[in-house]
């Protein structure tokens, strides 16, 4: 039976990792391999890890320095020895019976990669299931890079995903870059021309955490946003120029997220990198494609510039 290479980084997360863990051990599907990522945790991460290892010999704790998720990942990736691979977050759980329906899905299609689907748990225990399709899809060859480029909801995260080792094993995360690394990921793996299958099969559950770093002064870390957006780009420019409208409206994505995530960011810098940001989507507005609610407020409050009025009302009702 095949194995199954699991990743997960963790950094300070000596509450949940535990959990994390034993919710891939404890599968169907015994045959796993599971990489734990300590990334120089501070709190008791690495004692938690050294003791269920001890317990399971299916456990590999990696121990490193403080490098970020990309690098963590990056550190598994290079000692996994599975014929396939997967992702998950050391706050997050797999569920029951995910990495075996996974697997016959792969087996019975023979994708290279089989997308699941996941429940988002809130602090107050309400759950909430998304599902990217209704009934199961095949995208094959360019279909999966177009629907990247679309910014189908399926390609946002590396977790949920069961990846086949031969086909995409070789890709590695770009080291300093942690935010909006999931996404560039598997842009990159589209552009391998993999078989994807989208299905409904329940893979994760994702705990949603109290967001706190609009709260953040600003750093650069903000600018991986549009970094991947650019780089998406040029990766088109160079290679397939016929999707080059789509990679557009993907760069003004990547300006929207960036001004979201600067609501609540004071200081001359944000100032300057919203004002670029809104000019942006302003003189390429023809390309965006809408999507949800939130975003298309964002593109109007920019286009229009009205971003400051947009910041203060905001703040009037993250107040409330």
Same mark, same amino acid.
């Given at each position: 039976?095949?194995?199954?290479?699991?990743?997960?980084?963790?950094?300070?997360?000596?509450?949940?990792?535990?959990?994390?863990?034993?919710?891939?051990?404890?599968?169907?599907?015994?045959?796993?391999?599971?990489?734990?990522?300590?990334?120089?945790?501070?709190?008791?991460?690495?004692?938690?890890?050294?003791?269920?290892?001890?317990?399971?010999?299916?456990?590999?704790?990696?121990?490193?320095?403080?490098?970020?998720?990309?690098?963590?990942?990056?550190?598994?990736?290079?000692?996994?020895?599975?014929?396939?691979?997967?992702?998950?977050?050391?706050?997050?759980?797999?569920?029951?019976?995910?990495?075996?329906?996974?697997?016959?899905?792969?087996?019975?299609?023979?994708?290279?990669?089989?997308?699941?689907?996941?429940?988002?748990?809130?602090?107050?225990?309400?759950?909430?299931?998304?599902?990217?399709?209704?009934?199961?899809?095949?995208?094959?060859?360019?279909?999966?890079?177009?629907?990247?480029?679309?910014?189908?909801?399926?390609?946002?995260?590396?977790?949920?995903?069961?990846?086949?080792?031969?086909?995409?094993?070789?890709?590695?995360?770009?080291?300093?870059?942690?935010?909006?690394?999931?996404?560039?990921?598997?842009?990159?793996?589209?552009?391998?021309?993999?078989?994807?299958?989208?299905?409904?099969?329940?893979?994760?559950?994702?705990?949603?955490?109290?967001?706190?770093?609009?709260?953040?002064?600003?750093?650069?870390?903000?600018?991986?946003?549009?970094?991947?957006?650019?780089?998406?780009?040029?990766?088109?420019?160079?290679?397939?120029?016929? &999707?080059? *409208?789509?990679?557009?409206?993907? +760069? =003004?994505?990547?300006?929207? @997220?960036? $001004?979201?995530? /600067?609501? #609540?960011?004071?200081?001359?810098?944000?100032?300057?990198?919203?004002?670029?940001?809104?000019?942006?989507?302003?003189?390429?507005?023809?390309? &965006?494609? *809408?999507?949800?609610?939130?975003? +298309? =407020?964002?593109?109007?409050? @920019?286009? $229009?510039?009205? /971003?400051? #009025?947009?910041?203060?009302?905001?703040?009037?009702?993250?107040?409330?």
């Amino acid at each position: 039976m095949e194995t199954i290479s699991v990743i997960i980084p963790a950094y300070n997360a000596e509450a949940t990792i535990v959990r994390a863990c034993r919710s891939v051990l404890e599968q169907s599907h015994k045959n796993v391999e599971l990489l734990v990522v300590n990334d120089g945790s501070r709190d008791g991460t690495g004692a938690a890890l050294d003791a269920l290892a001890a317990q399971d010999s299916r456990l590999k704790c990696i121990h490193k320095e403080n490098g970020g998720v990309s690098a963590a990942r990056n550190s598994a990736l290079e000692r996994m020895t599975g014929e396939y691979f997967t992702f998950l977050d050391s706050d997050d759980e797999m569920e029951p019976g995910a990495l075996e329906s996974l697997l016959e899905k792969a087996r019975e299609t023979g994708a290279d990669v089989v997308c699941g689907s996941f429940s988002s748990i809130k602090p107050d225990g309400t759950v909430l299931t998304h599902r990217y399709v209704e009934e199961q899809t095949i995208w094959t060859e360019l279909e999966t890079l177009e629907n990247s480029l679309k910014d189908h909801p399926a390609t946002h995260t590396v977790w949920g995903k069961l990846y086949r080792s031969t086909t995409l094993g070789h890709l590695r995360f770009e080291p300093g870059r942690n935010i909006h690394e999931d996404g560039y990921y598997v842009f990159e793996a589209a552009l391998c021309r993999p078989k994807m299958v989208v299905t409904d099969i329940p893979a994760i559950r994702h705990y949603l955490r109290v967001r706190r770093s609009a709260q953040e002064p600003y750093s650069d870390k903000f600018l991986c946003l549009t970094y991947f957006a650019d780089k998406k780009y040029e990766r088109i420019e160079k290679e397939y120029p016929r &999707y080059l *409208p789509l990679a557009e409206n993907i +760069r =003004i994505k990547g300006r929207i @997220a960036m $001004l979201n995530s /600067m609501r #609540l960011v004071k200081g001359p810098e944000a100032r300057q990198q919203e004002r670029m940001a809104a000019a942006f989507v302003r003189s390429h507005a023809r390309y &965006y494609i *809408p999507e949800s609610r939130g975003d +298309r =407020i964002t593109f109007w409050a @920019a286009r $229009l510039g009205l /971003m400051g #009025l947009y910041r203060w009302l905001y703040c009037l009702y993250a107040r409330i």
